[in-house]
């Protein structure tokens, strides 16, 4: 399985942008690469997912280089309440293709 | 969007007895299902995998006879932790894969927090 590395913690203000890196460097040629959020108490809430290259949808950008070892989520003009943690899994769309979940960054958006 | 339900959403239970969880995909068929487990602070730690009418497969350092999988049907998990003492209080939370969707997308429960008293 493919091992993520993010920043720990970010800390930002309403209405910045917030970019989010994750690295994973031994990432396998099927894997996908899954961005979710998660609040205190609940299940993880699924972000965005992505191949390669950019993928954009109504919440959030995901870039992804050509070598596929790193990506980064970007949350346009942030929130109070987006403050949360988020993780970036990777991870392969077979029967087994589990994924494990890194320590996460957790995001506190500051008024 | 994809729902997965799961029941109950919280539970106190004395040390000794089992306790069964619920996962329950609402209008989707999930052919793969994972149970995980989440520690306060901590990231979610999965427990196991469950493919619907085969056995579930175990992470390493995962009891399979103190955490009872069945994934019977498509639409359907439950978990049942066995003997439960205070070191198994959690929050348990399991998401839900449907295959025949393109990419690895996980729609996750709400989770249940067990107390064991």
């Known amino acids: 399985l493919a091992k993520t590395t993010q920043p720990i913690s970010m800390d930002s203000y309403e209405g910045q942008e917030v970019n989010i890196t994750c690295s994973h460097n031994?990432?396998?040629?099927?894997?996908?690469i899954t961005w979710y959020q998660q609040f205190p108490s609940q299940g993880p809430r699924f972000i965005i997912q992505?191949?390669?290259t950019k993928v954009t949808n109504e919440v959030a950008s995901l870039f992804i280089p050509a070598d596929r070892k790193s990506s980064t989520l970007s949350l346009p003009r942030v929130s109070l309440s987006d403050t949360a943690v988020y993780y970036c899994?990777?991870?392969?769309?077979?029967?087994?293709?589990?994924?494990?979940f890194g320590d996460g960054t957790t995001l506190t958006v500051k008024p | 969007g994809a729902v997965v339900s799961q029941h109950p959403s919280w539970v106190i239970c004395k040390s000794g007895t089992s306790v069964k969880i619920e996962c329950r995909s609402l209008?989707?068929?999930?052919?793969?299902m994972f149970w995980y487990r989440q520690f306060p602070k901590q990231s979610l730690m999965l427990m196991a995998t469950?493919?619907?009418?085969?056995?579930?497969?175990?992470e390493q350092g995962v009891e399979k006879d103190k955490f009872l999988i069945n994934h019977a049907s498509l639409t359907l998990s439950t978990l049942t932790v066995t003997s439960a003492h205070p070191e198994d209080s959690s929050f348990y939370i399991c998401?839900?894969?449907?295959?025949?969707?393109?990419?690895?997308?996980?729609?996750f429960g709400p989770g249940t927090r067990l107390t064991v008293t």
């Open positions: 998401s839900a894969r449907d295959l025949r969707l393109p990419g690895t997308q996980q729609y």
């Open positions: 031994n990432i396998a040629t099927n894997d996908y």
């Open positions: 992505g191949y390669k």
């Open positions: 899994l990777v991870g392969e769309r077979t029967n087994a293709g589990k994924s494990t």
């Open positions: 209008d989707f068929q999930a052919t793969t």
């Open positions: 469950s493919n619907e009418g085969s056995k579930a497969t175990y």
